[in-house]
């Protein structure tokens, strides 16, 4: 029997729980933003890698059974959390690799591995 989900309030009381203070935690809250989120399993979030977010058109490439992609759209909350994760880990790389994004002073909530 699979085990019960959560709804959508206890989703958000966990989100909320989080203290993103520290840089595992930032990059920890991402990953739990693209479960959360986009319903993604650990074996679809874990080979992500930078390329796979087209910040421009707001999607997340995902890679499935088959070596089937697909593409899923990267709902602002996400991607600021995956930005929050990337400017901390790497202030200078993160301006590059994400069009658009606002200078050093940005702060928000976040957190992904790469």
């Known amino acids: 029997m699979p085990p019960p989900a959560l709804s959508a309030v206890e989703i958000q009381r966990v989100l909320d729980s989080v203290d993103r203070s520290n840089d595992v935690v930032v990059r920890d809250f991402a990953i739990i933003m693209l479960i959360a989120r986009l ?4 074996i679809e979030f874990a080979p992500l890698q930078l390329h796979d977010v087209d910040w421009r058109a707001g999607e997340l490439v995902i890679r499935g059974k088959g070596r089937r992609l697909d ?4 709902p602002a909350e996400v991607g600021e959390a ?5 400017f901390r880990a790497e202030p200078a790389g993160c301006a590059a690799a994400v069009p658009d994004l606002p200078g050093p002073s940005w702060t928000g909530p976040g957190g ?3």
Do not use: G
């Not at 593409?71 to 990267?74: A, D, E, I, Q, S």
């Open 112 to 114: 992904l591995s790469r």
């Open 39 to 42: 319903a993604l399993r650990s």
């Open 71 to 74: 593409r899923l759209p990267l």
């Open 82 to 86: 995956l930005v929050a994760y990337l």
